[in-house]
Structure formats: structure tokens, C-alpha cells
């Protein structure tokens, strides 16, 4: 029996590319819902506060993918906090009330972007969140971890780095934390398949870019996750190759300029 995945956010830019592979990959039964359907691309209809819809989506769901998010940081209040933080919670609520295993949340770099770029921090290093959407990211993985410290499901929580959708690192910062297609949906598998017995994860989602801003090589023995591109190779072609490259690399690792 195949296993059975629902994607939130399966119309959004990492979501679709996601949504996409699972299905092509034929070995998972695989839901897509967003905000508005999309019969062509039978994506279900899906507002992420509604307890009752979320309760049917996850009835006999094996993993949930949580990529859907709200990204306007200038209503925290009114928008990043109800599509966010409670959304999540109503998920959570939903996923564990019918035997969901596993829950893998796009979180974000943001939610450590006030490192600066000379430290590497390691996942489990305190929050540095640079905007009220990273924040919210964090709470996410908090609320993750709690969950899986009672016991109730398994949480994973894939901080994702630069993910243009192209071929290629744009800027100087992406190419510190850029992640491919392939290796996107490769990790995304790899977090899929982990072992059940792991109840709470925290990683970096990056391709194995040679100067990388976290460490990501642990990742291959712990979850299989090996991946196959370069954002700093690729940056330097794209450069030699006289193509525009933003010059936007700031001291912290999320680009903010203060």
C-alpha cells in the first residue's frame, strides 16, 4: 500500500515543485490543497484556519508537508499570525487527532537570519530570527517539538535556504544557502522515509554549496540526504558567463541590512 502525503501550499513556488516530483516519483498517494483549488492541477481547496476542513484532509494521511505560509511581515497581527502560527496549531491539532505520523514543515533560514555570516550555526543553536516571519517559523518548529516531546507525533522542520526554481543562485547571499529542484525534493523524500523512531528534527535545507553557511554533511548518514548541486559553483559560472549577479550579501546570514 502506498503511503499517503498531503501537501498545504501544494500552488506555491517550493509546494508545486514538491506536489509535482511526489506524484512523478509514483511511489506515494499524494493530496495537494491550497487557499484555491486548481482542478487542473487537482489541488483541493484549503483554508488553513478551518479546523473542520483540516480534520478531513489528514483522515488516513501518513505525512503531512506543511508548505504553505503567509509572508506579509507588515501585519503580523491580522495576517502571519492566523495563517501561520495558528494554522499550524489547528494542523497539528488535526494531524494528531487522526494517527498522522510525521508532520515536515517548510520552515526558513529566517529563523536564524541574525547570525552573521562568519558563524555557522548548528540547528539546535538558539533562535535568531530576523523578521516577524521568521519568527513565526520558529514558533512553528517550538510547537513542532513540543508535540513530539508528548509523544504525539513525529516533527521535522527543514529550515529552507534560497529557492529561486531555476537553474541557478542569483545574488551573492543565495549562493550561500541556495537549494536546487532535485536536491529539494530529494531531502524532502529523505525526511519522508526517516526512520519512525526519530521524533524531532531540525535541519538546513541547501544544496552542497562549497561555501555553505551551515554545515549540512551530517545529514547523509542521518537521514540519506546527499545533494547533487553547487550554488557557489554555480554562482562563479554565472559570473564568468558575464551574467547579472545581485551584490546583496550583508553581516547576517538573512541579508538584513542594520
Not at 550555526?121 to 518548529?141: A, H, M, V
Request: proline content about 3%.
Amino acid at each position: 500500500m502506498k503511503r499517503k502525503l498531503l501537501i498545504t501550499g501544494a500552488a506555491g513556488r517550493i509546494g508545486n515543485v514538491i506536489y509535482q516530483g511526489l506524484k512523478e516519483d509514483g511511489r506515494y498517494e499524494v493530496s495537494g490543497a491550497d487557499i484555491q483549488a486548481d482542478d487542473r492541477q487537482e489541488i483541493l481547496e484549503l483554508d488553513i484556519t478551518d479546523d473542520a476542513r483540516l480534520a478531513e484532509l489528514t483522515q488516513n494521511v501518513d505525512t503531512v508537508l506543511h508548505f504553505s505560509s503567509i509572508k506579509d511581515e507588515e501585519d503580523f497581527l491580522g495576517k502571519v499570525l492566523p495563517g501561520n502560527v495558528s494554522g499550524a496549531y489547528k494542523l497539528f491539532e488535526a494531524a494528531v487527532q487522526n494517527g498522522v505520523k510525521r508532520i515536515v514543515f517548510a520552515s526558513s533560514n529566517h529563523a536564524t537570519g541574525f547570525y552573521k555570516t562568519d558563524e555557522k550555526p548548528d540547528p539546535l543553536d538558539p533562535y535568531r530570527p530576523d523578521s516577524f516571519y521568521g519568527l513565526s517559523k520558529c514558533y512553528i518548529e517550538l510547537l513542532g517539538r513540543l508535540y513530539a516531546d508528548q509523544g504525539k507525533i513525529s516533527s521535522f522542520n527543514i529550515r529552507i535556504g534560497n529557492f529561486p526554481g531555476d537553474d541557478r543562485p542569483h545574488s551573492e547571499r543565495a549562493g550561500h544557502i541556495w537549494i536546487s529542484e532535485r536536491d529539494m525534493l530529494q531531502l524532502v523524500i529523505c525526511c519522508i522515509e526517516a526512520d519512525e523512531r526519530m521524533p524531532y528534527l531540525n535541519l538546513y535545507g541547501t544544496s552542497a554549496n562549497s561555501d555553505n553557511y551551515y554545515n549540512i554533511d551530517y545529514l547523509e548518514a542521518l537521514i540519506g540526504y546527499k545533494p547533487l548541486d553547487d550554488g557557489t559553483e554555480l554562482l562563479e559560472q554565472a559570473k564568468a558567463a558575464g551574467w547579472k549577479v545581485r551584490q546583496d550579501e550583508t553581516a547576517y546570514q538573512g541579508g538584513q541590512k542594520l
